[in-house]
């Protein structure tokens, strides 16, 4: 398949969009046409490394969200425009975005990396 050329793609209906989201993504929601979720941060610093993240995810996959960012979070918006609705090219970057940005290597797995101290000067996200 060509670079420019575009398959058809399923789009999701909204029960089975909250069916979706509820099974493997329980912190993003539905709403007017997007799924979404915002990442509290607790600072500009952890909200510009948060938007870096989830741009440099998105362009690689190229596939852009819509970003609304402010001192403390960032919401991320994804919705598949050429397809005019939520496929899943959105559920797998959600995916990949929530697997990244929320990653803590003291809790999720055995080894050298310790993870951000708890120290609020140095804690830059809000794990829920």
Do not use: C
């Not at 709403?31 to 690689?60: F, Q």
């Not at 959105?90 to 990653?103: C, G, N, P, R, Y």
């Amino acid at each position: 398949m060509a670079w420019r050329e575009r398959k058809s793609e399923k789009v999701y209906s909204e029960p089975e969009i909250e069916e979706k989201l509820a099974a493997s993504l329980p912190k993003w929601s539905y709403k007017e046409g997007w799924i979404r979720r915002t990442y509290k941060t607790t600072g500009w610093k952890g909200t510009l490394m948060v938007v870096n993240t989830v741009g440099h995810l998105a362009e690689a996959a190229w596939h852009h969200p819509d970003l609304t960012v402010s001192y403390a979070f960032v919401t991320v918006k994804l919705q598949n425009h050429a397809a005019k609705g939520i496929t899943d090219k959105d559920f797998e970057l959600a995916h990949k975005i929530e697997e990244v940005v929320t990653w803590q290597p003291a809790l999720d797995e055995a080894g050298a990396l310790e993870g951000t101290p708890e120290d609020p000067r140095f804690k830059y996200l809000k794990y829920d």
